[in-house]
């Protein structure tokens, strides 16, 4: 069973910074697209970014563009998603997802497997 546990969110201040981790147990992982997702209270969930099966490509929803950095460790089977400039509209609880294949996607369906996630909360 694949099992993703995200980890790092917490309560912060407009303009902090957090960094998420998310640990995977899928001995695959090294093959397969990394992305987080996030849903504010109310809200759909949306996507905020994907990092390729070997970091080398990235891609990102516009309003964390230059903000947000995705990376991964493949020795560790690890993605991190390091959040800057924080905005109260960044609260949201933040989800690893791990797709079927190593192609990017900003679509939920095209991930397989999702963490539990992680709350973030911004405060102005």
């Known amino acids: 069973q694949v099992q993703l546990v995200e980890s790092g969110g917490g309560l912060v201040q407009t303009g902090d910074s957090l960094r998420l981790s998310c640990a995977a147990s899928r001995r695959t992982f090294s093959s397969v697209t990394m992305a987080w997702f996030r849903q504010a209270p109310g809200k759909e969930r949306e996507f905020v970014a994907a990092?390729?099966?070997?970091?080398?490509?990235?891609y990102y929803t516009d309003s964390v563009k230059g903000r947000f950095t995705i990376s991964r460790d493949n020795a560790k089977n690890t993605a991190y998603l390091q959040m800057n400039s924080l905005k109260s509209e960044d609260t949201a609880v933040y989800y690893c997802?791990?797709?079927?294949?190593?192609?990017?996607?900003?679509?939920?369906?095209?991930?397989?497997?999702w963490g539990q996630g992680t709350q973030v909360t911004v405060s102005s």
């Open positions: 990092v390729s099966w070997s970091g080398g490509r990235t």
């Open positions: 997802a791990e797709s079927y294949s190593g192609t990017i996607y900003d679509i939920e369906s095209a991930y397989a497997y």
